[in-house]
C-alpha cells in the first residue's frame, strides 16, 4: 500500500503516551501504534529507501538501564533513511542528515577537511546554502572555543568547532502531514541536504573499527 500520511488518530497516540507511559496505556493502543503509527512509517520508508539508501525503523522501547527517566515507550517513531534520520510525534515531523556523534578518527578527519582551503571551502558553500533556507546545522557538542591545535581567527572556526555536523529541520503539525504530501517535503530535504551528506561520506567517512558513530 502507498504511503498516505500519518492520520491525526497517530498524533493522538503519541499524545496520550506522553501523559500516560505506561504499560497499560501500550497495551490498550498497541492496534492504533500498529496500523496508524508503525504502518504509515514502514511504507514511507520503504518508498524513500528505494531512492536514499538503507532503512532502519527505531524499536518503540526506551533503553532505561542508565537512565533516571525510567518511562518504558519513546513518545517518537524515528527511522533512519541512508545517513538520514526522521521522527515524528505529537509535535510533528522533522528530519536530519549527516553525522551527529563524530569518534575520535572521524572528528581528526573531519577538522582536517574544514581547514584544508579547497575541501573546507566547499563545506562552507554547502552549509551556507542550507541555512539560507532555513535549515539548521546542530550536532553532538559545539565546543566553545577553538579546537586544539587550531587558530581562534581560522576562517571557518565555527565548523571547526562542530563535533558533529547534521542539517536539521522541524514541521509543526500541518494538514499535509496527513497526506502523501509528507514524504514530498522529506525526499526535498534529504535532496537538499545530499551535498553535506557526501561531504562527510568522503572527507569523514565511517569510524574505525572500535570507534562506533551514535547518532
Do not use: C
Not at 558553500?125 to 591545535?149: C, D, F, V, W, Y
Not at 530535504?189 to 545530499?194: G, I, P
Amino acid at each position: 500500500m502507498a504511503f498516505q500520511g500519518w492520520p491525526e488518530a497517530a498524533l493522538d497516540f503519541f499524545d496520550g503516551l506522553e501523559e500516560d507511559n505506561s504499560r497499560s496505556y501500550w497495551t490498550a493502543h498497541k492496534a492504533t501504534y500498529d496500523e496508524l503509527v508503525l504502518g504509515p512509517m514502514t511504507e514511507l520508508t520503504d518508498e524513500l529507501g528505494a531512492e536514499f539508501g538503507p532503512v532502519k525503523i527505531f524499536r518503540p522501547y526506551r533503553d532505561v538501564r542508565f537512565s533516571a527517566d525510567k518511562s518504558p515507550y519513546r513518545t517518537e517513531i524515528g527511522a533512519t533513511v541512508g545517513s538520514a534520520y526522521i521522527r515524528l510525534s505529537a509535535g510533528g515531523l522533522a528530519a536530519g542528515n549527516g553525522m551527529f556523534h563524530l569518534a575520535a578518527d572521524q572528528l581528526s578527519r573531519y577538522r582536517q577537511g574544514v581547514a584544508d582551503n579547497v575541501s573546507g571551502g566547499e563545506l562552507d558553500r554547502i552549509t551556507a546554502a542550507l541555512t539560507g533556507q532555513g535549515i539548521s546545522l546542530i550536532g553532538h557538542e559545539i565546543l566553545k572555543s577553538a579546537p586544539r591545535g587550531y587558530p581562534a581567527d581560522h576562517p571557518r572556526i565555527g565548523l571547526l568547532r562542530h563535533k558533529g555536523l547534521v542539517a536539521y529541520i522541524e514541521w509543526p503539525v500541518e494538514p499535509w502531514l496527513s497526506t502523501s504530501a509528507a514524504k514530498d517535503h522529506l525526499a526535498e530535504f534529504l535532496v537538499t541536504t545530499e551535498p553535506l551528506a557526501g561531504w562527510l561520506g568522503t572527507h569523514v567517512g565511517p569510524p574505525e573499527a572500535g570507534e562506533p558513530s551514535r547518532r
